[in-house]
């Protein structure tokens, strides 16, 4: 016979454990919260902050890029003596679009592609915060991120333009122009990236659409407009600006705000300044419209 001992009551019965959870009592803050904490970490990842050294590599190498030119024009300014500075702040992002077009490219699937990829949008909307949120966020974040992309380098002119101390009030009037324009180009870039990213949840794919598209519209437009000036078109010239994001949006800074267009021709009259102004706006809505479409979609 065996000479084991049946266990008693109290081994066999199980054990509750205290590890310390406590229910949350602190205050309820809501959607608004959730997507000002989504609008921040998505603008600060857009430049890999909060994310691995990996993912600050690249924005952080054309961040630097896109700044050298500015710094090049200041210091030769200074070396020179010049009355003003050799480059035009209205016409500076127009020159550097390949850089922010790269840039646009590399983040806009960043801050949505990894979220469909990997699935997570049930978590997002597990909480109190809408489709609408979520895309007014993402749409922010980007558009901030590029904003600063292109702002800084015209700031560091500005600045450089007043250490070498060239006339304030010759040089504030095409600075401000010129973030004014940038705003624009922002807000019309992030929706267009965002747009073409959402579709898909691969980002390298997201990444090759973005560049092809943006590369694309500028040949197309450049095309059009050199055959219109061959032909002595001015008006088709003129109108092909709404070809690209980046001369769309330099039709509006040189017809609406008054700079001086880097293009060969600018838009025609009154009637031309309110067809670009309308065509940019119409597009940042449209691509808020097909975010929204595309979100209701999303199945979570």
Known sequence: ??????????????VIHDIGYRH??????????????LFVESALGAYGIGR?????????????????PAFIL?????????????????????????LVAIYVAGQAPANVSRDLRFRVMPLYFSRPLERVDYVLAKYAALSAAVFVFVAVPLTIMFLGALLVELPIGEQAPDYLRSLGSGLLVA???AGIGLVIAAVTPRRGL????????????AGVQGVVQGIATEENEETLAAYSGLFSPFTLVDGVQSSVLGADSALPAEPPGTVGAIVFLIVTLLLVVACVGALLLRYRKVSI
């Open 187 to 189: 807000l019309v870039l």
């Open 52 to 68: 691995s050294a990996r993912s600050k590599i690249v924005p952080m190498l054309l961040f630097a890029v896109v700044c050298v």
């Open 1 to 14: 016979m065996s000479d084991a001992t049946p266990p008693t009551p109290s081994a066999r019965s199980g």
């Open 74 to 98: 200041v210091v030769v300014a200074a070396i020179t003596n010049a009355d003003e500075l050799p480059g035009e702040y209205t016409s500076y992002v127009l020159n550097v679009q390949v």
């Open 206 to 217: 997201g990444v090759a659409a973005i560049i092809t598209v943006l590369l694309v519209l």
């Open 24 to 37: 949350y009592d602190g205050p309820r803050l809501g959607r608004g919260h959730i997507a000002r904490a």
